[in-house]
């Protein structure tokens, strides 16, 4: 099991480069870029001050994101790329 990490930590490995994800909604990745928080979601993406997503997200778990756990729907992919042909 991946580490866990909560706010402090997560704002910490943030500012240093490292992409998250949300442990009890893995389908959110969190990335840093400079004063602004980039939340990708499985249909939108959001920015926030880094001030706002503390707020929001004060009270959620973190782990760094790897391959293993992040879920790929070969279904969804399949639909995708059918689109652009």
């Known amino acids: ?16 480069g490292i992409v998250l994800i949300n442990a009890e909604h893995p389908n959110q990745i969190f ?11 499985p249909n939108a993406k959001i920015k926030l001050s880094v001030e706002n997503f503390q707020k929001l997200y004060e009270t959620s778990h973190f782990q760094i994101k790897s391959e293993s756990n992040i879920e790929i729907d070969p279904e969804k992919d399949k639909e995708y790329y059918s689109w652009k042909q």
């Open 31 to 41: 990335c840093r870029a400079g004063n602004m928080i980039s939340i990708y979601l």
């Open 1 to 16: 099991m991946d580490k866990i990490f909560a706010m402090e930590e997560a704002l910490i490995l943030l500012k240093n």
